[in-house]
């Protein structure tokens, strides 16, 4: 090498590094909950309105999923709802109580509702006239009365006379009727001979 030249060292090459292959997280698959339906109740069954006495009721039976029932009591005579069910009084049984008018014909309306999900449809009962029965007079009963008679003429009264009694001999009752039947005898035969000698 020439006097006065740098000298020349080579540099190994630097290798490159391969890039190392991150693996990728896998997705965990999420389930999607499946909804659920909202339980609407059923209609109410067997509704009945029963009129036989003042306080009249109208009855049913519970309907699935209901929490609770809206009922409507309506006068017919008067086509109008009556008072405490104007409409819709919130029943948490299955009966529903009320105070009649004689003469007058009611009908019952009932839908059983869900606080959550919403009402069934209303289901109507039968109508029923509210007559009270007739009560028969009873027949008044008659006292008998005392009636005192005032006799003006006083009837005499008879006065109580009293009888001495004799006083008891020493003689015995059968004595003194044998010496009554002698002395009759002998009587007897006296007026026979008086009659004799006329």
């Excluded at 109208?58 to 017919?76: G, K, M, N, P, Q």
């Excluded at 005032?150 to 009752?173: C, D, E």
Aim: overall charge negative; proline content about 13%.
């Amino acid at each position: 090498m020439p006097a006065g030249q740098p000298t020349y060292t080579p540099v190994p090459p630097t290798a490159t590094p391969s890039p190392t292959n991150t693996p990728s997280p896998t997705a965990t698959p999420t389930s999607t909950p499946t909804p659920i339906a909202c339980p609407i109740p059923s209609a109410v069954t067997n509704i009945a309105l029963a009129c036989s006495e003042a306080a009249a009721q109208c009855t049913w039976d519970a309907a699935t999923h209901a929490d609770y029932y809206l009922v409507t009591i309506r006068d017919d005579t008067t086509n109008l709802p009556i008072e405490g069910y104007n409409p819709n009084k919130k029943v948490t049984g299955t009966k529903a109580t009320f105070t009649a008018v004689a003469g007058h014909s009611y009908s019952c309306f009932v839908e059983a509702v869900n606080e959550e999900c919403g009402a069934s449809s209303a289901r109507q009962s039968n109508a029923c006239t509210y007559n009270p029965p007739t009560s028969t007079p009873q027949p008044t009963s008659i006292t008998p009365t005392d009636v005192v008679i005032v006799n003006a003429s006083p009837t005499p009264t008879k006065a109580i006379t009293s009888v001495p009694t004799l006083p008891q001999t020493g003689l015995s009752g059968n004595t003194l009727t044998i010496a009554l039947i002698f002395a009759l005898v002998g009587l007897g035969t006296i007026l026979a001979g008086l009659l004799v000698k006329i």
